[in-house]
């Protein structure tokens, strides 16, 4: 579980964090969510320590990581696994190369069979087993976006998170990478936090949903919840995309006739 205590986080006189505060469950997918410019991925930072913030606090299942001690942070920090917007892989290396990469870093001494077969079972969790020697420009967006995955897994992560992991995709290879996020979220027990603005990820694996609007949260529910929101910030955020208006008539239209019979 984390949880962020009054968050406030400005540059220069703008203010892009203006006191939050939450709790992301571990087991569950936990979306920020928001237009661009609210400020998610700005929280995001502040949560994995990459910005400080101004005032406020943050929590790894009870510990302190904000101003503690390095040790402690450092000792947090290789819990947790990041899937970048691009994926971020590096160009120079193969798959199996990238994967290995944080465990080179993280666990230097970790024999050179274990760290391959570390690997190879991540890859094979995302469904990319035997892509070991392909190279990033020989794959599609979509199998980029997995091997983020393994190697964010890689370390046997307690933290997973995932900045906008459905940009550049497809809507049918987003909603598999949204699922294999979920999966591997409920598999591994992890406190996963999703940053996106993407309604079919909201309805698809919305947990939790933290709803920020010009880096104030305004509402925070489940995807069972959303739709019913009295939020006028969300429902226009909601509505924007024709086909979630379209869906809420049909629901209108469906609770007008079971009233009526």
């Not at 990581?65 to 920090?77: C, P, S, V």
């Not at 890859?123 to 190279?135: A, D, F, P, Q, T």
């Not at 393994?150 to 995932?162: H, M, V």
Request: with cysteine.
């Amino acid at each position: 579980m984390i949880e962020i205590h009054n968050i406030h986080k400005s540059f220069g006189d703008l203010k892009v964090l203006d006191g939050i505060s939450g709790v992301f469950e571990t087991g569950k997918t936990n979306l920020l969510l928001g237009a661009s410019g609210t400020g998610k991925s700005v929280l995001l930072k502040c949560i994995v320590g990459l910005v400080k913030p101004d005032i406020g606090s943050v929590t790894f299942d009870g510990t302190y990581f904000t101003n503690n001690k390095l040790g402690i942070r450092q000792e947090i920090r290789r819990k947790i696994g990041m899937l970048f917007q691009s994926s971020a892989l590096f160009d120079s290396m193969n798959v199996e190369e990238n994967v290995a990469f944080p465990l080179k870093m993280l666990t230097p001494d970790m024999p050179k069979s274990e760290r391959l077969d570390r690997v190879n079972f991540c890859l094979k969790r995302v469904g990319l087993e035997n892509s070991n020697k392909k190279m990033p420009s020989e794959i599609s967006g979509g199998m980029k976006k997995r091997v983020g995955i393994a190697r964010a897994i890689a370390p046997e992560c307690t933290y997973l998170f995932c900045d906008e992991p459905n940009s550049g995709l497809d809507p049918l290879t987003a909603l598999k990478i949204d699922e294999l996020i979920k999966e591997i979220t409920e598999e591994f027990n992890t406190t996963t936090i999703i940053v996106t603005h993407d309604m079919n990820s909201v309805i698809e694996i919305g947990d939790n949903i933290m709803f920020l609007y010009k880096g104030k949260k305004l509402w925070e529910g489940t995807r069972d919840n959303i739709m019913e929101t009295e939020v006028p910030e969300l429902n226009e955020f909601i509505f924007a995309n024709r086909l979630m208006r379209d869906a809420k008539k049909v629901e209108e239209g469906e609770e007008g006739s079971h009233h009526s019979s």
